[in-house]
């Protein structure tokens, strides 16, 4: 109703607007993505040392079209060289979009139905028009339940094409052997946030959790964990708007606790905006701890042949 009435936050509409108008919720001109995207496609080359390796983008007739967090190239870039590294090493047929990447959905927040419906559209045009046959979704909580569980709803019919998260792709490729993982090369002790829209509402549960027993050699579980793991405080579209800074924060104070009981000193999350957040947390409440993606914990781990 309050949607309807426009009485949507201004802040978390102009990230929508962002969406509708560029294509993504940052607003990142596609030269700058592509430039972006060519430095890290260095990096790559010069890490696994093969002047072959590549970040494939706009390919047509692949096996995956992977999206992004906009968050990612515009503060988070290990993100996308984790994935490189990790599609890499697999061998992977996979690609990139320049016109749409972005995983995020902020009009789900809000209920705009025809807002969440374009959005939704033009990811689900472009895996039709590249012909991929998966859609992979990046490490995002409510931009994987907005365009996996409730895509189909927006748009009355259901896909054609798999979709599924990354954090189950990075499990489906340890369990299958297409990567090999030394843990030994991840001592730290290592905890694990569970994001609300992957978990509780996604059923994304053990997949992260096989994850990080092959990639960590020291893993610890928050109490409680699961299903039952306090929200980092920014869920909701609260982390968009600025208005709701002071009582995001100390609600957080929850999170900030289970963390620090660990006693870990990496906590890893497969959600950006769960990153962001934890980021605040550890920054204000003085935790000394590192906030890691799934992605960039395996591509750590990796052991390149």
């Known amino acids: 109703m309050l949607s309807k009435m426009d009485l949507v936050p201004a ?34 080359k010069d890490e696994v040392n093969d002047p072959n390796a590549s970040i494939p983008l706009n390919v047509r007739d692949v096996n995956i079209l992977y ?11 290990l993100s996308i060289s984790a994935m490189a ?19 995020t959905n902020y009009a789900y927040f809000t209920s705009n139905t025809n807002e969440a419906k374009t959005i ?42 798999d979709v599924i998260t990354s954090v189950e792709l990075l499990a489906e490729y340890i369990s299958k052997g297409k990567i090999k993982l030394d843990k030994e090369k991840n001592k730290e002790l290592i905890t694990l946030h569970d994001p609300c829209n992957l978990v509780r509402e996604g059923g994304v549960i053990d997949q992260q959790r096989y994850i990080l027993k092959h990639a960590a050699s020291n893993f610890i579980e928050m109490t409680p964990h699961g299903t039952d793991n306090f929200c980092c405080g920014g869920g909701g579209g609260q982390l968009a708007m600025s208005e709701y800074n002071e ?59």
């Open 247 to 305: 009582r995001r924060m100390k609600i957080a104070e929850i999170k900030a606790d289970q963390i620090r009981k660990t006693g870990a000193s990496v906590v890893a999350t497969p959600c950006h905006n769960c990153v962001d957040q934890l980021m605040q947390i550890d920054n204000k409440f003085k935790l000394g701890v590192q906030i890691k993606t799934l992605a960039e914990i395996v591509a750590d781990a990796i052991i390149l042949e």
């Open 67 to 77: 999206t992004l967090n906009p968050r990612e190239p515009k503060f988070f870039p």
């Open 85 to 103: 590294k990790i599609f890499y090493t697999a061998k992977e047929s996979w690609t990139l979009s320049t016109s749409m990447y972005d995983v």
């Open 120 to 161: 939704t559209q033009r990811l689900y045009n472009e895996v039709l028009k590249l012909k991929a046959k998966r859609c992979v979704l990046a490490e995002c909580g409510h931009g994987s339940r907005a365009f996996r569980w409730e895509g189909p709803n927006y748009l009355q019919k259901a896909f054609p094409f």
């Open 11 to 44: 802040a978390l509409q102009s990230t929508i607007n962002a969406a509708l108008n560029t294509g993504n919720n940052m607003a990142i001109p596609v030269e700058e993505f592509k430039d972006t995207l060519s430095w890290l496609e260095d990096e790559l």
